[in-house]
Every structure is written in structure tokens, then in C-alpha cells.
């Protein structure tokens, strides 16, 4: 054969070889989170991932980075807007520092007397409005994930709001729960959820709040010694992805994984409350903390107490959309 045959022929056959190789190399995905692996937001994310690889046939690859393990809360939000992960699942009370400050409607304490209301709020046209206002921001809100209701920590029992006094309690970077806090006469201060045990145990904090299953897989209650189950708030997610890299999937690919994300939320949903139980249940048996089951008198303390939080938050988080949630919550 003429040699700028075979010449054409080898550029051609590393040409092909090489489009092979970019065909078939796959996409990935970098979900990021800041919690452990086995707490109901951690087990959902390793069942996405099963899911979507096993429906795209490999096509897809997640990484699944837990614990803060690649960023802090404000900077996952940063890397997702920068394309540096693909998706995380944060909690909604960490949207404000990105300028969608309704989020923070979540934090309100006894907004929703149980799930099933929480459910036609996410499930409903508000959560789905919600959702729109991502799109601005480079954004797609792809579902709501539960953690639970939360309990209240410190090494000193909390049971009336003037237990509370004088406090430095950890939040999360919402306004609505700076509120909330201050609403109980302690005084609130922001840290990353990785920053919390290491702030309990030094002291630079004295206490915190968060569903038990935080609590428990972070190892606060060793670092705590009271803990009142108060239900006082809910905590959940968004599971966000970075827009132009949704948008830009090829179509069959989106839907696989849009469908793999429907199911592992299924799966999220049930097991969130059971994961709860049983880590309050561990919490109790660790012997390490007091546990405190709030009474009904208490209750009505802390409702007394908490409930003009709605009123001073109503501009923050919107008058239209807290009044939306409280009917469709009631
Ligand atoms: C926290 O920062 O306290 C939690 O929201 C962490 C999480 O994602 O559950």
C-alpha cells in the first residue's frame, strides 16, 4: 500500500480510536455532602448513585464525597455555581447566603405538625415554586429530601425558655433559626455542620440542635450532656444540580437519572424517620447523655415562646409564601 495511504489510514484509526474513547468515557457526577454516610441524606446519595449507574449502563458515574470530605456548607454551594461538583443535597436552611432566602420558611418553629403536611408543601406547588427561584442562580432543584424533627443540646438541661439564657447555641447559616435562637435568649453563632463537634468540645459553643441522627453519627452526644427531644423544627434538603450541566445531558441520560432520583428519594423518605428512632434510641444507650422527653407544659413554654418568630420572619421569608405553607400545613 502507498504510504499516504497508510498514513490516512493510522490518522483515521487513532481518530476513530480516540472518539471511541471520549464515546464511551462517562459522565460524572460529584455529589457532595457534609454529613456521614449512613444518616438518611448519606444512605440516599449511595442509593442515587447505584441507581443512576445501574440505569445508564455505566454511562454515568457518581462520586459520592461525604462529610464535608471535598467542602465546607457555603463552599459546596460555590463549587456547584462554579461547576466544580455536579450535585449536592443541602439543607434548606443554608440557601440564604445564596440569595434565596425563602428556603429559610423551613426553619420556622411548629411550622408543620408532622410530615404528611410538610409532604403538601415539598410535593405541592409551593415547593415547586420554590424550586423556579434556583433557576436564576445557575440552579436545578431536582427533589426534597427529610432529615426530621429536631431536638435541642447542651450540658445543661433545657427544659423552660429560660434555660436557654445567655447560651451560645450553634445554627446553621439561616436567619430564621438566628431568630428562633435569639427568641429564647441565647445567643446564636454560625459554624459549618464539620466545625460543630470540635466547637461543643472546646466549648466555643455550648450547645446546638439538629435531628438525632446529626447528633449521633456526628458524636455531639459525647460531647453533650442533656438533650431534650423537643420537635421544635424541621430540617430537610434540596437535592440541587448545577444547571448548564443538567441542561446540557443528553435527553435519554436526564431522564434515566431524573427517574433513579424519584426512587432514591422514595427510599430517602422511608427510611428518615426509622433512622431517627434509632439513633435517639443509640443516644439513650451510650449512656454519655441525659435524655429529656419533653412534657406538654414545656411544650406550651417553648410554643409561647417561639411562635412570634413567624411574625418577625414573615418580610424575611415572604408574607405570600408563609401564608401559602400555613394553609396548606394546617
Ligand atoms: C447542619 O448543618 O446542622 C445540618 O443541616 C447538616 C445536614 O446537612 O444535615
Redesign the pocket.
Known amino acids: 500500500m502507498h504510504v499516504r495511504k497508510l498514513q490516512a489510514l493510522a490518522v483515521g484509526l487513532a481518530a476513530a480510536i480516540s472518539f471511541n474513547a471520549w464515546a464511551q468515557s462517562p459522565i460524572i457526577i460529584k455529589f457532595s ?3 456521614a454516610t449512613d ?1 438518611p ?1 448519606g444512605q440516599a446519595a449511595e442509593r442515587f448513585k447505584a441507581l443512576a449507574e445501574k440505569a445508564t449502563n455505566g454511562r454515568v458515574k457518581v462520586e459520592v464525597y461525604p462529610n464535608s470530605q471535598l467542602y465546607k ?1 457555603k463552599e459546596e454551594l460555590e463549587a456547584l455555581q462554579l461547576g466544580a461538583v455536579q450535585m449536592l ?3 434548606l ?2 440557601f440564604g447566603p445564596l440569595g434565596v432566602k425563602e428556603f429559610e420558611v423551613f426553619d420556622l418553629p411548629y411550622l408543620f405538625p408532622n410530615k404528611e403536611a410538610l409532604y403538601r408543601v415539598t410535593e405541592g406547588p409551593v415547593g415547586k415554586s420554590l424550586f423556579a427561584k434556583l433557576d436564576a442562580k445557575g440552579i436545578v432543584g431536582l427533589a426534597y429530601w427529610d ?1 426530621g424533627f429536631k431536638v435541642m443540646s447542651a450540658n445543661k438541661p433545657l427544659l423552660m425558655p429560660a434555660d436557654f439564657k445567655g447560651l451560645k447555641l ?3 447559616s439561616s436567619k430564621v433559626l438566628d431568630a428562633q435562637m435569639r427568641a429564647l435568649g441565647a445567643n446564636p453563632q454560625v459554624l ?2 464539620s466545625e ?1 463537634y470540635q466547637a461543643l468540645q472546646t466549648g466555643v459553643v455550648d450547645g ?4 438525632p441522627s ?1 447528633m449521633y453519627t456526628q458524636k455531639m452526644h459525647e460531647v453533650q450532656k442533656h438533650v431534650t427531644v423537643s420537635n421544635h423544627g424541621y ?1 430537610g ?1 434540596a437535592v440541587i444540580v448545577n444547571k448548564k450541566f443538567w441542561d446540557g445531558l443528553p435527553a435519554d441520560i436526564r431522564s434515566s437519572l431524573a427517574k433513579a432520583m424519584a426512587e432514591a428519594t422514595t427510599y430517602e423518605k422511608a427510611i428518615a424517620q426509622r433512622d431517627n428512632n434509632m439513633a435517639l434510641d443509640a443516644i439513650r444507650k451510650s449512656g454519655k447523655t441525659t435524655i429529656h422527653m419533653q412534657t406538654a407544659q414545656e411544650q406550651a413554654a417553648w410554643r409561647a415562646a417561639l411562635t412570634p418568630v413567624h411574625k418577625d420572619m414573615e418580610r424575611r421569608v415572604g408574607k405570600e409564601l408563609l401564608g401559602a405553607i400555613t394553609a396548606a400545613a394546617k
Open positions: 455532602h457534609v454529613v444518616t441524606k456548607d443535597a443541602p439543607s436552611a443554608k432529615n450553634r445554627i446553621q459549618a455542620f460543630v446546638t440542635e439538629n435531628p446529626n430540617l434538603y
